[in-house]
């Protein structure tokens, strides 16, 4: 269905002239492709301490932070982040919320 200001055309409107404020749009039905995966996805997780660069090497731990990181065991038909058809049947969705981490 194409529109033109929000308002669909139909099939017997021809020759309709457009103007340079025209809008046109389009409605397309659309699913998202299904993935392979399991119900519960693998995941092993390590909390590391990553140093920051600074010329005071005499406290270590005002120059640290800490950080998780993440390592997931997933099936090769998942992406991994949202891209082409894949908005939320992606590894970054299905670990936010198996995880209840905070979206992104």
């Not at 457009?18 to 092993?44: A, C, F, G, M, Q």
């Not at 270590?60 to 997931?72: E, G, L, P, R, V």
């Amino acid at each position: 269905l194409i529109r033109v200001n929000n308002i669909p055309l139909l099939p017997s409107q021809k020759g309709i002239k457009l103007k340079n404020t025209d809008v046109l749009s389009r409605i397309i039905h659309w699913h998202e492709p299904p993935v392979l995966v399991p119900p519960e996805i693998k995941y092993t997780r390590q909390t590391v301490t990553l140093m920051e660069d600074s010329n005071d090497a005499t406290d270590i731990s005002k120059n640290a932070k800490q950080c998780t990181i993440y390592a997931f065991d997933k099936s090769s038909t998942v992406p991994v982040h949202p891209t082409g058809t894949f908005l939320s049947n992606t590894l970054t969705h299905m670990a936010e919320g198996q995880l209840h981490l905070p979206p992104r």
